[in-house]
């Protein structure tokens, strides 16, 4: 059972560009978490989903930052018109049940904005 | 706002000696979290607690919970180079439906020497 899987693991970009940050949960889980570290920073969550659904994005910027999880595919983090305040790793979860489990980690999206 | 507190934030251990990590959170939860991260990786779970009063050991490591307190502890024992990382804990914080929204500490930063 392959574990979580991020792609790219590293990404650069420009200011101005867009980031598009993929992730494909476990197999049989259903639920996605995206969080942000910053440097020397712990882990900030941004927003949770369920396929085809936003359940909470109250972690996330209200703007710039879009986040979407569709029937097929994987989940897909998104950052519009990327400032240098948004470098960070960030990483995705997964989990097959809310809250009775723990969440599986990826290795994470390592984004440097230039 | 839920707020989770790691103390210390920085330990510097010589091989074989003991200590302990506290992690302190401010509203009720009965979930709570230990994950290690090594540099530039992903979060590795340790544990996961669920309930007052549960204590889970791996290894050289245990933790327990205490919701009364609000104080998880995670415990060293016999500290080897290994163990060197940085420990996050993260509390579940949706509340009474939790779900699996973590808050997690700022982390602690491992190091043992010889």
């Known amino acids: 059972n392959a574990g979580v899987m991020q792609n790219p693991r590293h990404l650069v970009r420009r200011r101005g560009q867009e980031a598009r940050l993929r992730c494909s949960p476990m197999k049989g889980h259903s639920h996605v978490y995206w969080y942000r570290q910053l440097p020397e920073e712990g882990l900030k969550f941004m927003v949770y989903l369920q396929k085809e659904n936003i359940i909470d994005e109250s972690g996330m910027p209200k703007e710039r930052f879009s986040a979407e999880f569709p029937k097929e595919g994987p989940s897909i983090l998104r950052i519009q018109q990327v400032v240098r305040g948004d470098s960070a790793a960030y990483f995705c979860?997964?989990?097959?049940?809310?809250?009775?489990?723990?969440?599986?980690f990826g290795p994470g999206t390592r984004l440097l904005v230039l | 706002e839920l707020k989770v507190e790691q103390n210390p934030l920085f330990l510097s251990m010589q091989e074989g000696k003991n200590y302990t990590i506290y992690c302190n959170y401010s509203?009720?939860?009965?979930?709570l979290y230990w994950y290690r991260q090594d540099p530039g990786k992903s979060l590795e779970s340790l544990f996961v607690l669920l309930s007052n009063g549960a204590v889970k050991q791996e290894g050289r490591l245990m933790a327990s919970l205490d919701t009364k307190a609000r104080l998880s502890t995670l415990h060293i024992t016999a500290a080897v180079h290994d163990l060197s990382a940085t420990y996050f804990c993260?509390?579940?914080?949706?509340?009474?439906?939790?779900?699996?929204?973590?808050?997690f500490g700022q982390g602690t930063i491992l190091t043992v020497h010889p």
């Open positions: 993260a509390v579940d914080s949706a509340g009474g439906t939790s779900y699996g929204k973590l808050t």
């Open positions: 979860a997964s989990s097959p049940e809310a809250g009775d489990e723990t969440q599986y």
């Open positions: 509203t009720t939860s009965d979930r």
